[in-house]
């Protein structure tokens, strides 16, 4: 089976700090991973894809890694602020490319 | 939450009672998706479309049912409610580009149930 697994222990930091969480993957590398944000009582909420084929994306203060020999992605936050505190959920595509399977999410606190 | 809608957004039933949840968008995505998300188990799939009238079992699709009669509009049905089936229901639609697979999902903003 396409396992996902995330750190299922929240993440406190400290306001200003780089936040680095960690996606697992098991089996074949997919074509793709996503990262999602998701805050209480809310949706997920789309934030970054990487590609198989890339090894860092960055969109603002976000960068995510994809290291197919560790199959593992790392979500970084850069200069962390409190309203980044949420939820943040790894998914993969599967093989036929139909459905997404995401991971438990790491909660994120990030403090004043 | 833009685009997507679910209804009710709460919900408290009895054990053995039909319950039909809705999903409606005005993104004219043609596929939509059914995830419950339960603690220590996180986001699930259980059924999903990728046309008017086609769907497909997920994950945990077991005691649920699902219909598209509309692009628009995507019915999630526990025929015979269970305690197990206390959660959070998501629905969820992308716009995959030909032969790219899933591509991003965009989620509503969920239904609580409780089946007592």
């Known amino acids: 089976s396409q396992k996902i697994e995330q750190n299922s222990e929240a993440l406190n930091i400290q306001e200003g700090k780089t936040a680095t969480l960690t996606c697992n993957y098991t089996?074949?590398?997919?074509?793709?991973l996503q990262w999602y944000r998701q805050d209480p009582g809310r949706g997920p909420v789309f934030l970054l894809l990487?590609?198989?084929?890339?090894k860092e994306k960055r969109k603002e203060r976000l960068k995510v890694t994809f290291d197919t020999t560790l199959k593992q992605s790392l979500f970084h936050i850069t200069a962390s602020q409190p309203a980044d505190s949420a939820t943040y959920l790894c998914?993969?595509?599967?093989?036929?490319?139909?459905?997404?399977?995401f991971g438990g999410g790491t909660r994120l606190m990030v403090k004043p | 939450d833009a685009g997507i809608t679910q209804s009710p957004r709460h919900k408290v039933t009895e054990t053995g009672t039909p319950v039909t949840l809705r999903c409606h968008q005005t993104?004219?995505?043609?596929?939509m998706y059914w995830y419950r998300q339960d603690p220590g188990h996180g986001l699930r799939l259980i059924h999903y479309?990728?046309?008017?009238?086609?769907?497909d079992k997920g994950e945990v699709s077991d005691g649920y049912s699902v219909s598209r009669s509309k692009t628009e509009d995507f019915l999630l049905t526990l025929e015979s409610a269970t305690s197990s089936q206390t959660s959070v229901y998501f629905c969820?639609?992308?716009?995959?580009?030909?032969?790219?697979?899933?591509?991003?999902?965009?989620f509503g903003p969920g239904t609580r149930l409780l089946v007592l």
């Open positions: 479309s990728y046309g008017v009238k086609d769907t």
């Open positions: 993104e004219n995505h043609r596929y």
């Open positions: 998914a993969r595509r599967n093989n036929a490319g139909n459905m997404l399977t």
């Open positions: 969820a639609i992308s716009d995959p580009k030909q032969g790219q697979g899933v591509e991003t999902q965009y």
């Open positions: 089996n074949y590398s997919p074509a793709y």
């Open positions: 990487i590609r198989e084929n890339e």
